[in-house]
T-cell receptor
Framework: GEDVEQSLFLSVREGDSSVINCTYT??????LYWYKQEPGAGLQLLTY?????DMKQDQRLTVLLNKKDKHLSLRIADTQTGDSAIYFC???????????FGTGTRLQVFP | EAQVTQNPRYLITVTGKKLTVTCSQN?????MSWYRQDPGLGLRQIYY???????DKGDVPEGYKVSRKEKRNFPLILESPSPNQTSLYFC???????????FGPGTRLLVL
């Protein structure tokens, strides 16, 4: 199948770390992406990881990839209220044109 | 500024009245794509284009048409809109297929 799955909601306190999880089914994935969608706005590419990498860090963002379990996570350190948004993971596969998205995780940050 | 633009941002129409949503990118990208976003379903690809005059169906192409006469523009056409096409639509582009896609701001469509 082509499923990319995410939990629908996550609520965290400001200053804590957030971890958003994603699982996918296709082992031929080449790139895995995290997009952020703020209310009323389009999708913003946050970061991506190539499938032969285990980890990628970019300022407050850390992406972890477990290829064996087909599990991708996005960790946001020191979560701020401005991080409140919907986060989508997506995968692209070798030699195809498709980008397969998850359903999105709504992150709510409270003071 | 490098960007993907869509127009209109909001549209209310009635069943059967043809409409076009425009998409334009200024990054000289070869690959362009249209998605729709619906609650609980995430984003689903409607059509994509790998280059000028080359278009192909995505996952949910029924009821839609596209054209790619110029590299920068990729309009989405609804010949006879129906209420089940009420959705949030995103255009995206990337330099080549499989590369990072950059998204437009979205077009919210309501078909009555």
């Amino acid at each position: 199948g082509e499923d990319v799955e995410q939990s629908l909601f996550l609520s965290v306190r400001e200053g804590d770390s957030s971890v958003i999880n994603c699982t996918y089914t296709d082992s031929s994935s080449t790139y895995l992406y995290w997009y952020k969608q703020e209310p009323g706005a389009g999708l913003q590419l946050l970061t991506y990881i190539f499938s032969n990498m285990d980890m990628k860090q970019d300022q407050r963002l850390t992406v972890l990839l477990n290829k064996k379990d087909k599990h991708l996570s996005l960790r946001i350190a020191d979560t701020q209220t401005g991080d409140s948004a919907i986060y989508f993971c997506a995968e692209s596969r070798y030699n195809t044109d498709k980008l397969i998205f998850g359903t999105g995780t709504r992150l709510q940050v409270f003071p | 500024e490098a960007q993907v633009t869509q127009n209109p941002r909001y549209l209310i129409t009635v069943t059967g009245k043809k409409l076009t949503v425009t998409c334009s990118q200024n990054m000289n990208h070869e690959y362009m794509s249209w998605y729709r976003q619906d609650p609980g379903l995430g984003l689903r690809q409607i059509y994509y284009s790998m280059n000028v005059e080359v278009t192909d169906k995505g996952d949910v192409p029924e009821g839609y048409k596209v054209s790619r006469k110029e590299k920068r523009n990729f309009p989405l056409i609804l010949e006879s809109p129906s209420p089940n096409q009420t959705s949030l639509y995103f255009c995206a582009s990337s330099i080549f297929q499989g590369e990072t896609q950059y998204f437009g701001p979205g077009t919210r469509l309501l078909v009555l």
